[in-house]
């Protein structure tokens, strides 16, 4: 993501919309795929080097990394995030007594949830801010003490509850293990998770650190599995057609996907040299042969 703005007669760049709100700058477009922009004491000019390409952006974007407080190719983070609740509670209605989202990423799609089902809304995990991205840690072990420093319970709204935990996604499943062993210890009668986005079953190969499939829970287990796994009386995941459809489509296009969404389907919009290297180096060399 890359973003144009101006704050006086200054041209700002910056990978999210929310960074000119700091500096009171405004927000002009954003720089499309493929472009190259040049900026002068003259102005800016617009290069286009390359020959034009289907535009296919990160969905999880919208569903992880980007602020909710940006606004990403036309569409706000937080609206979309809420949409994708809504989808979520439609798909996986579970009668219960609250929502509580896994902060912070979680907390939209957790009030979308909400207010499609009717079911009160609570904090009834809070946050510590001065911990870092438990999936991303070197080790199990730091993964996991991370985990139990960045979220603690807030039992006056759990116990004796019928809890629906709304989260981004589950990676490698330490985070979601942990926050529901967290409800139950807090004296959650039942504890129901509800992930926001398809099983993450990929890896990302665009620059996203995540880790190797073979390290991904739901690339290795069911839906059941993994339910059994994190210990939840019921576990769903958004479908992709209900991700599309928060996302203003009607569903996702089979034949020509509307983002990228590799991570959930496999499916990698560009051929990944770095991968046929490292498993069939012959595939690399006829790629490089035909100019593929």
């Known amino acids: ?36 922009v040049v900026i002068t004491k003259d102005g800016l000019r617009s290069h286009w080097p390359f020959p034009k390409q289907k535009q296919r952006f990160c969905i999880f974007e ?6 909710p407080d940006s606004v990403v190719e036309g569409l706000s983070v937080y609206d979309a995030r809420k949409r994708i609740g809504v989808e979520l509670a439609s798909e996986a209605f579970v009668e219960a007594d609250v929502i ?51 979220h603690s319970a807030n039992r ?14 589950i990676v490698r499943g330490t985070t979601s293990k942990k926050i529901v062993e967290m409800m139950r ?40 599995e993994i339910r059994r796994l994190i210990g939840a009386d019921t576990l769903a995941f958004i479908s992709m057609d209900g991700l599309y459809r928060a996302m203003g489509h009607d569903g996702r296009n089979q034949d020509q996907p509307q983002y990228c969404d590799a991570c959930f389907s496999g499916e990698y919009p560009i051929q990944l040299t770095d991968r046929l290297r490292e498993h069939d180096p012959r595939q690399l060399s006829l790629l490089a042969e035909t100019g593929g």
């Open 185 to 224: 210890l807090a004296g959650a009668s039942e504890v129901h998770m509800r992930v926001s986005s398809p099983p993450t079953n990929n890896s990302c190969y665009y620059g996203v650190d995540t880790p190797e499939r073979e390290k991904l829970l739901a690339a290795n287990h069911s839906v059941e």
């Open 62 to 67: 919208y569903i992880y990394f980007a602020r």
């Open 1 to 36: 993501p890359l973003v144009l703005g101006r704050l006086g007669d200054s041209y700002i760049l910056a990978s999210e919309s929310c960074a000119f709100d700091i500096i009171a700058a405004d927000y002009v477009r954003d720089i499309e795929p493929g472009e190259l």
């Open 156 to 169: 006056a709204h759990v116990e004796g509850k019928r809890v629906v935990l709304v989260d981004d996604s």
């Open 100 to 150: 509580i989202p896994v902060p912070d990423s979680g907390v939209p799609s957790a009030l979308g949830f909400s207010q499609a089902s009717n079911i009160p809304f609570e904090f009834g995990i809070i946050r510590n801010h001065y911990v870092g991205r438990t999936f991303i840690e070197p080790s199990e072990e730091i993964r996991h003490l991370g985990v139990k420093l960045k």
